[in-house]
Structure formats: C-alpha cells, structure tokens
C-alpha cells in the first residue's frame, strides 16, 4: 500500500510545484510593475521622511543624514507654526469625514432603494443622473461649486426668494458651531476649552466645526460621490433574494422592520465597502482645495493632503512633508481597521440560540 502511494504523491508534488512556477510567472510582470512605481517610491518616502533630504540630488545619496522621527516631532509637538497648521488641517478633515462618510453612506442606500423599486418608471434614467457627477471632472466640479456658491450666486439667490441671507460661502472661516452658538449669546469658550491644547490649537478651536467654506465643500463632496456608492448599493440590493422579505410580510412585519431586519444585514459586505471607500476618499481630499480654495478663507479649508504637498513642493520642507503623509495613511489604516472591527459579524451566544429555538417550537 505505501508503494503505491509514493508515485502519486510524487507525480502530484510536480505538478503543484509545476503550477506554482507558472503562478510566478505569469504574475512576475505585475509584481515588477508594482514595485518600480509603487512600494519602491513608498520606501523612499518613508526615507525622506526621516531624513534632511532638502529636495535637490538623489534622496539616497551620501549627503542625506537620517534625523529618526525629528520630522513627525515637528508637525506633531513642534510646538511651532508646522505643528499648529498641521492640527489646523486635523481639525477640518476629522470635521469633513464626520459628517460626509455618514451622509453620502446614507444618501447613497436611500437612493439605491428608490431606484432598485419595480414600480418605479424610468429607472434608467434616474439611475444614470444620480451617477452622472461622479463620473465629471472633480475640476469641472468644483468650478462650478465657486460658482453656485459665491457671493452673488445662484445658491444665495435662491435663498434670498424666501428672505434669507445668505452667507460668503468661500470668504467666510468662521465654523458653523461657533455661528451658531453666537446667535444665542455665546461668542467665547470657557477657561477649561480655550487653554486645553492639542496639535497646537485649543480645544474651543476643535469644537467650531467646518467652516462655512469646508462645508459648501462637505455638501459638493456628497453630491459627487452619493451616485457612485449608490450602484454598489444597487448591485447587492439584486443579489437580495426576495423570498425572506416576503416571508416577513406574511408574519406581518412593516416595511421599516423588513428593512432592519432583513434587507441590512443582508447588506453588511457592501456597507463595509463604502465606509471604508468613504473614509479613504475623505481623508485624501485635495484636488478640490488644490483647484478651489488653496486652504483659505484663513487656512480653514486646508486639509492634511494639500498640507503635505504644500509643506514639499512650495516649503521645500521634504522631509516634513512626507512625514505628513505617512501619518495620513497610518489614520486611515487605524480608522479602516475600527470600522472593520465595528462591522464584524458576531456570534449568536449558544443560550440566545437556544431561547430562539425554543420559541420557534413553541410556535
């Protein structure tokens, strides 16, 4: 029996060693590809950023020194103008990813329901319309947005037909908390907010919410990207069988506790997907500020991704700049992993199980 054993589990070793060789093979042009234009100038990245490389010769030559983390130090607890842009540019994005990845998330599956309806006509054409901004130049985009939104634009006319001011959208940095808080008497934070600092600025600063300006981003942001996380809702919505929500209709479940509790759970990869999507996308904004508003009105639209370009390419603060950078990307891993970790399918502990099966006999 072992003798005849042995020719097979020879024979099958050469083939899967044969089969692993073409992997390699047919893989190898790819592997190459990716690593001469991406985790080759990602490690000189993270070389320049713990170096004093000054952007003029290779970054590997022998007149670069390594500085450790000297560069993350000064963006960081610098205690100067590098540290207090960097909380500045924090403070807007954390404001911009708060309230864009749950909105667009969303709009996105609203929108997707609406359109995925049979008894919806002209479903083609709603569903080409909500997806049509995505697929526009974000230049064009934001072109626009300057447009609608300037002082004198369409957006303020509009609210002028029903007796409202509106504000100086690209002009105007003042957070929309803190707006709000002046209209009923509050103009100044408390000892305890104001004196409390982190990454440069203080607390009460932290609290005032976008700016009006980052928020006519916010709203352009949504606007953009509803549709195309709307068909990725609208694809797993077809995979859903119908059979499960027509047996809760039968147990007389209502249309929103069919939605909970069938149709979502049903939906959890695809939420994951667009979250994690979303706070990608949210965390690297930048050809809008770069086209747009360049960080202003007072550094109020300035976000960590043009910070880093700015900090490089104009400071000439390489090092600096791509410390930046590999902190933006260690957020969004830690943020990604969070979401995954809060999305995870949980176990049904064995005595829960047991009481739902008792009660299913008992039925």
Known sequence: MSTATKPRRAKGSKLKRGEGLAGWVFTAPMLIILGLFLFIPVLMALWVSVSDWTGRGSPISGSVNFVGLENYKDVTSGGGLDERNFGISMRNNAWYVLLVVPIQTVISLFLALMVNRSVLRGRGFFRTAFYFPSVTSSVAITVLWLFLFSTSGVI????????LHGPNWFNDPRGIVHVMLDKIGVSSGPEALTGAKFLGISVWEWSAGPSIAMFALILMAIFTTSGTFM???????????PEMDEAGMLDGAGTWRRFWSITLPQLRPTVFTVITLGLIGTWQVFDQIY??????????????????YQTAFTGQKWGQGSAIAFILFVIIIAFTLLQRWALRERKVPKRKRMRIAKEGSGA
């Open 231 to 241: 068909l990725l809702f609208l694809a797993a919505l077809q995979n859903v069988g």
């Open 291 to 308: 086209t747009g508003t360049q960080g202003a009105p007072g550094k109020t639209t300035l976000t960590p991704a043009f910070l880093s």
């Open 156 to 163: 303020n006319k509009v609210l002028s037909w029903f007796g």
